[in-house]
């Protein structure tokens, strides 16, 4: 990102690389040659449109800024629920060590998912 644009223009590049491009086409042309991919379409002209690329989806500016919207809620509730869960772990956690320091046991005890597990 040199000109701080997100999106690149190559009508400048295409101009300078015209001659040769067409000396290609025609020297390919005259060989009997297979111009680019058959099984693909190719063109080199640039399509002014006021779409915007949002998750490999062409869609309006609007439409694109309202899914960075969902997207940035979705990580947050996500974050908060994440944030909720290890504090529920972390209070299982001291809950079971304060109830198995109450109970003197000679062996220690090992702990799953904040439960104290009993040694075999």
């Known amino acids: 990102m040199l000109t701080g644009e997100s999106e ?6 295409m101009t300078y690389f015209i001659p040769v491009l ?4 025609t020297d390919n042309m005259q060989q009997g040659d297979i111009l680019g991919w058959p ?3 190719c063109s080199f002209e640039e399509k002014d449109t006021d779409k915007v690329t949002f998750l490999n989806l062409k869609l309006d500016p609007n439409q694109a800024k309202f899914g ?3 997207l940035l809620a979705l990580g947050f509730v996500m974050s908060l629920v994440v944030l909720g869960l ?3 772990l972390h209070s299982l956690e001291k ?3 304060t109830q198995d320091t109450e109970i003197f046991s000679p062996l220690p005890n090992a702990y799953f998912l904040g439960i104290a597990m009993e040694p075999h």
């Open 8 to 13: 690149v223009c190559i009508k400048a590049l």
């Open 22 to 25: 067409n000396w290609l086409v």
């Open 86 to 88: 290890a504090c529920r």
């Open 39 to 41: 099984d693909f379409s």
């Open 95 to 97: 809950q079971s060590l």
């Open 68 to 70: 960075y919207w969902v």
